[in-house]
């Protein structure tokens, strides 16, 4: 197993290989499987899809909850379970911030796409979006 101070220039740097083979799509493509094989996986009691399948809408702010604690995100999120609404507005993304401090790489630059496609795409399944 590997730290995520290893996995995230790892990442960025796999995002920038599956560019050159197969360009922006392929990359997509890959973003795609991660949200169904890990994060919209069912049998993996810490995935997304558990914790919507479990609470419901209160699943999503149980999951950011621990996820985004767990990343020390600087994050402002509002929660308001009788209205269904949650916000959550991202001050500073550690891992984007590490790979932006990193003089060796550059980070790959649609780094930050790969939160928003793997995530919204297990929410809409369920209409959460």
């Known amino acids: 197993m590997i730290s995520c101070t290893e996995f995230i220039p ?4 796999f995002f920038k290989f599956i560019e050159s083979k197969g360009g922006h799509d392929a990359v997509v493509r890959y973003w795609e499987y991660i949200s169904d094989y890990s994060i ?7 995935s997304l899809i558990s914790f919507v399948e479990k609470y419901g809408f209160e699943g999503t702010w149980k999951y950011w909850s621990h996820t985004l604690t767990e990343e020390a995100c ?5 929660y308001d379970p009788v209205n269904k ?9 550690p891992s984007k911030g590490m790979l932006l401090e990193m003089k060796h790489l550059e980070p790959y630059y649609d780094y930050c796409g790969h939160c928003g496609l793997i995530y919204s ?6 209409g959460i979006m």
């Open 40 to 46: 919209g996986d069912k049998t993996n009691p810490n």
């Open 74 to 78: 600087d994050v402002l999120r509002i």
């Open 121 to 126: 795409r297990v929410l809409e399944k369920y």
């Open 85 to 93: 609404t949650c916000y959550s507005h991202m001050r500073h993304c």
């Open 10 to 13: 790892l990442y960025s740097e």
